[in-house]
Structures are given as structure tokens and as C-alpha cells.
């Protein structure tokens, strides 16, 4: 019997490359108020879904989409151009 071995290098191959460079984190960092923002209205969201909605959970839903909007917004600034789904 023939052995079949791999014949290319691993597919990711560890290098001193791998760590994200500054442009990297900085771009990370800059997008993770929208993130937590959107993690916050998908919570609101979801727990919404096992029980009959409140006032409460309208509220916070509205609230969560107004924090959404507002970090699109300060992002788009940021970068100086526009998200797309934003309004003109």
C-alpha cells in the first residue's frame, strides 16, 4: 500500500506575520461601538421571543435601535463616508 501524504504546507502556517498590525486593532476598536450596539439590540430582540412583548421591551427595542443609528452615524463620520443602509 502507498502512503498518501500531503504534498503543500499547512494551510496556515505560523509566522511572526499573524499578529493584527495597528491598522488592524485600530480599525477593530474604531467599529466596536457599532458592534456592541447591534449585540445590544439583537439581545433586546431575542428576549423578546419567548414571551408576549411589553411596553418594557418596545422601549427597549426602540432605545437599542436609536444606540444602532447613533453608532452607524459616529462611525460614518469617523470615516468620512457612509454606511450603507444609512439615509442620505
Known amino acids: 500500500m502507498k502512503s498518501i501524504a500531503a504534498l503543500q504546507d499547512v494551510v ?5 506575520g499573524l499578529e493584527p498590525s495597528d491598522a488592524e486593532l485600530y480599525a477593530i476598536e474604531a467599529e466596536m461601538p457599532l458592534v456592541l450596539a ?3 439590540l439583537l439581545d433586546a430582540l ?5 414571551r408576549t412583548p411589553s411596553q418594557f421591551d ?4 426602540r432605545r ?3 444606540r444602532v443609528l447613533d453608532a452607524r452615524r459616529d462611525a460614518a ?4 463616508l457612509t454606511v450603507a443602509g444609512d439615509a442620505a
Open 12 to 16: 496556515t502556517p505560523w509566522a511572526d
Open 38 to 40: 447591534e449585540v445590544e
Open 46 to 50: 431575542i428576549a423578546q421571543l419567548d
Open 58 to 61: 418596545a422601549r427597549r427595542i
Open 64 to 66: 437599542a435601535r436609536n
Open 77 to 80: 463620520n469617523r470615516v468620512g
